[in-house]
């Protein structure tokens, strides 16, 4: 696979380099110059092929060039060890459970698929590589789970001392391994100039050989086109056209989608759902992208003001505005809504969900409700509602339940390394260890 810079500005490069830079020298965005159509055949059978099959075949598609199908089928089988279910929520309405891998969220999927494509790519080194992240809770936490127990790779995940929620701080310093977690005396944009002053402190990056785990790599973008043909699997012998939401802040997820859409799998529309942070569903309108200061809502892995993935929807989709418009509709909630359909969802269909999944519901429902035609719906339901227990649990009113990887991360002791928010102190820190 050959990859382009959204900008043009920096030269294509191959799969590998794509995967272990992130991102071009002219901080673009790097997108695949061809996209791959997958044969008839395969959408003829594909009722008939599991999870890992289909990723198998459509990962293999895109990468063939850059991977032996064997190698391909083992980094498959060992990150997709989770189940992918669709769920019947009520009339021709349907929950993609993305929420099933170690964080129970679906950044589990690019995270675990990176994770050991890298150490693919590595293989031939002897060099360690080094990870170093800042999260403000939820990526730091997928990343860290990704490459656990990845051999030659280790990561530092940086978070903000008592600025995350109690599960998402659970999940970050229980992890163990190779994995070291430190909790910075200052707030997220201090880790995040923590982690950027290292990349550019040539003592760090030449010792430490860092590399970046950023959520647009294109190695977490491939694997999240993998489930949307789950969906269409389990929902084909509707033969009523398919219509996907996809709760969206940075537009990673919708890029998953976009891209399966131009390997063949029909889609009929996407929808993309969005809390008060609107920019896309505003461009869908208007024509105009127009990023602004994020707002804080209740479903915060989604607060995003300017979606760094935006350039990377126009690219897949030939930069063709009448095919980007007629494709995704745009709808945006806010956190009132939200919470009342959260709570009538829980009352109807015994059914609890997330703060993002319930705006992805919103988002089906004011589309169907607009275009009134037999459809089938599904909705990709981004995260497990314990994740979001203290909005969650006021709101319908009742426990949620912790599933098994939470309620073990409870149990097991905070490990930590506390440092302040200065250079010195991580960079001393680092090079100790
Ligand atoms: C990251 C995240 C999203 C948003 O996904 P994007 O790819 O950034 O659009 C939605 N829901 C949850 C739970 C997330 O963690």
Known sequence: MELYSTKHLSPNVSLQEAVL???????????????PELPATFFDHIQDMNFREMALTVGHALLKDDIDKDSLATIVDDAFNFDTPVVHLEDNIHVLELFHGPTLAFKDYGARFMSR??????????QEINILVATSGDTGGAVGYGFLGIEGIKVTILYP???????????????????????????????????????????????????????????????????????????????LPLVVSVPSGNFGNLCGGLLAYQMGLPVYQFIASTNVNDVVPAYLKTGIFHPKPSVATISNAMDVGNP????????????????IKSKISGFA?????????????????????????????????????????????????????????????????????????????????????????????????????
């Open 308 to 323: 760094s993935n935006f350039p990377r929807i126009l690219a897949i989709m030939n930069e063709d505005e009448s095919l």
């Open 21 to 35: 830079t992130g991102l071009p020298p002219d901080n673009g965005l790097y997108v695949p110059s061809t996209i």
């Open 161 to 239: 001392k008592g600025k995350v929620s109690e599960v998402q701080e659970k999940q970050l310093t229980t992890i163990g391994g190779n994995i070291t977690t430190i909790e910075v005396d200052g707030n997220f944009d201090d880790c995040q100039s923590l982690v950027k002053a290292a990349f550019l402190d040539p003592v760090l990056s030449k010792t430490l050989h860092l590399t970046s785990a950023n959520s647009i790599n294109i190695a977490r973008l491939i694997p999240q086109s993998f489930y949307y043909y789950q969906a269409y699997a389990q929902l084909k012998s509707s033969g």
């Open 333 to 433: 909630f806010d956190d009132y809504t939200t919470k009342v359909k959260m709570q009538e969802i829980h009352e109807r269909f015994n059914y609890m969900m997330c703060p993002h999944t319930v705006v992805a519901y919103l988002g089906l429902k004011a589309w169907m409700e607009s275009h009134r035609m037999p459809v089938t719906g599904v909705l990709l339901s981004t995260a497990h509602p314990a994740k979001f227990t203290d909005i969650v649990s006021p709101v319908i009113g009742a426990e949620v339940t912790l599933p098994p990887p939470l309620a073990q991360a409870y149990r097991k002791e905070k490990i930590a390394v506390s440092l302040s928010n200065r250079m010195e102190d991580l960079k001393a820190f680092l090079l100790s260890g």
């Open 117 to 126: 494509l890298m150490r693919y790519f590595l293989r031939n080194s002897d």
